[in-house]
């Protein structure tokens, strides 16, 4: 199962040598392993024998457990955290820990960085050790490598075939996050006046950079109502440059689900519910987002542009932040992030070959619709968001006025039970539930599991 840490020599001082007297320190490694255990061997039942020897102890895997249960014990607390036993057993000079992890599955449902689908981490740690079998790792190669330049050619093609991106867009992969580009585009896009929709925190500071480069209309905004809602009545100017939206509200947990209809060239923030569903790419300029939700690990930005709206402002623009120098250059004008690009390359063959971004929103309709269906049923919750602009991707409830004083007790309910990165964003509070595309309906059920069980104690 997991042999070598485990298995290790009690002499090996590298690892888990510590003197008596430095148990306190001995634990913290040890719960150290604890994550790592659940990070590789999630969903598996593993027990785990640490001894004691004086001043050294060791690890021993499951198979030895005959050794440790014949022994005599004296001693016998339980001590349970996060389902992990552990039992003290005394002997004249040795002591005996026992620990059994049992079947803790985790739960992750963080706002971002947040889940990936399984196999996109395994294949990008694999390629971490050994690239493709070349004997090098992907960390240590060179972008300007035959290998890396056929991931960078796949990856700009999957990419283009999954979202169904029309003709005259180009795809560019970057560094600097979704937050670059809230300068990046009004550096590229604005000449004299662009018209913005504040939805949310996200929304908000893309709009406050556009203002250093020009008038800024906001034509709406939620901000009064803690961005509860979508905004719906306003009139985008005609003589915008472009009208920028953000179609996800990870904060907030409200979303555009439609492609709008838009007289300028409209800009999207996708960072939050990108391959959430299919979108017409001919109805907006660009949609730009961070990847650290639904398509890689965090340190990549992804850009899709018509390239015609570029190359049409006045003022100069520094060569990094100009779209053409990354377009002319296939996202290699420097050294790009080689592992986010990776894992992106592995999540988009993994929504191709699970049925594209239609099978994705079918996902995301039946988890929307499993946990939703709980919190309106539920006596203690209640959901944030209007009822018409809920998310698919991030779910936020909180508890109902007169149950409030039992938060904490909720979230530590659901924290043993496996439950992660469910707290909500400080400004909404309660619980934010981010069910992004590699969140299974097994996971969501597991939360609304949590949620009857602690109504019913309550
Ligand atoms: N836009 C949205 C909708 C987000 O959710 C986030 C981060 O969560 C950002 C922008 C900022 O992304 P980054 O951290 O990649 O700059």
Same mark, same amino acid.
């Given at each position: ?201 996200? $929304?908000?500071?893309? %709009? *406050?950079?556009? @203002?250093?480069? #020009?008038?800024?209309? +906001?034509?709406?905004?939620? =901000? ?119 894992? $992106?390359?592995?999540? %988009? *063959?993994?929504? @191709?070959?699970? #049925?594209?971004?239609? +099978?994705?929103?079918?996902? =995301? ?94």
């Amino acid at each position: 199962m997991f042999s070598r840490p485990f298995r290790q020599s009690h002499r090996d001082e590298n690892l888990f040598s510590t003197r008596r007297e430095n148990f306190l320190n001995a634990k913290r490694k040890l719960s150290q392993h604890e994550e790592k255990i659940f990070c590789e061997e999630k969903c598996r039942i593993i027990a785990l024998f640490l001894v004691l020897h004086g001043s050294s102890f060791c690890f021993l895997s499951p198979e030895e457990k005959n050794i440790l249960t014949t022994k005599k014990k004296k001693t016998h607390y339980k001590y349970n955290v996060c389902k992990l036993f552990v039992k003290f057993v005394g002997e004249k000079h040795k002591t005996y820990i026992f620990i059994i992890f049992t079947d803790m599955k985790k739960y992750n449902f963080s706002a971002g960085p947040s889940i990936l689908p399984q196999e996109v981490m395994k294949a990008t740690a694999e390629a971490c050790k050994d690239f493709n079998g070349i004997g090098l790792s992907l960390m240590e190669m060179s972008h300007r490598s035959k290998d890396w330049q056929a991931v960078m050619d796949e990856t700009d093609a999957l990419f283009k075939e999954v979202l169904q991106i029309p003709a005259g867009y180009s795809v560019v992969l970057l560094g600097g996050g979704a937050s670059m580009q809230f300068c990046m585009v009004p550096y590229n896009l604005l000449e004299k006046k662009a018209a913005y929709l504040n939805t949310g925190v996200w $929304a908000k500071k893309a %709009l *406050k950079e556009a @203002k250093l480069f #020009g008038e800024v209309v +906001e034509v709406a905004s939620s =901000a009064d109502a803690n961005y509860t809602f979508i905004p719906k009545d306003y009139v985008v100017p005609a003589d915008a440059d472009y009208f920028h939206i953000t179609t996800n509200n990870t904060i907030y947990g409200t979303e555009i689900r439609k492609d709008l209809d838009s007289p300028v060239p409209l800009v999207a923030d996708m960072s939050s519910d990108i391959f959430s569903r299919p979108v017409d790419v001919s109805k907006y300029g660009m949609i730009y987002g961070g990847a650290q939700k639904n398509l890689a690990m965090a340190g990549v930005t992804f850009v899709i542009v018509k390239d015609e709206l570029l190359g049409k402002v006045s003022r100069t623009i520094p060569t990094m932040l100009d779209y053409r120098t990354h377009i002319d250059k296939g996202s290699m004008f420097n050294t790009p992030p080689v592992v986010p690009i990776y894992s $992106a390359y592995q999540t %988009l *063959k993994w929504i @191709k070959a699970s #049925g594209g971004t239609e +099978e994705m929103e079918r996902r =995301a309709l039946r988890r929307a619709d499993l946990l939703y269906g709980e919190i309106d049923r539920n006596r203690l919750f209640v959901g944030t968001a209007n009822e018409e602009d809920r998310s698919l991707m991030n779910i936020c409830f909180v508890l109902k006025d007169e149950y409030k004083e039992l938060e904490k007790d909720f979230f530590d309910f659901a924290t043993a039970r496996g439950m992660v990165g469910i707290k909500g964003h400080r400004s909404v509070g309660g619980f934010r539930a981010s069910c992004y595309n590699a969140m299974t309906v097994e996971g969501v059920q597991a939360l609304v599991d949590a949620m009857r069980d602690f109504e019913k104690e309550h």
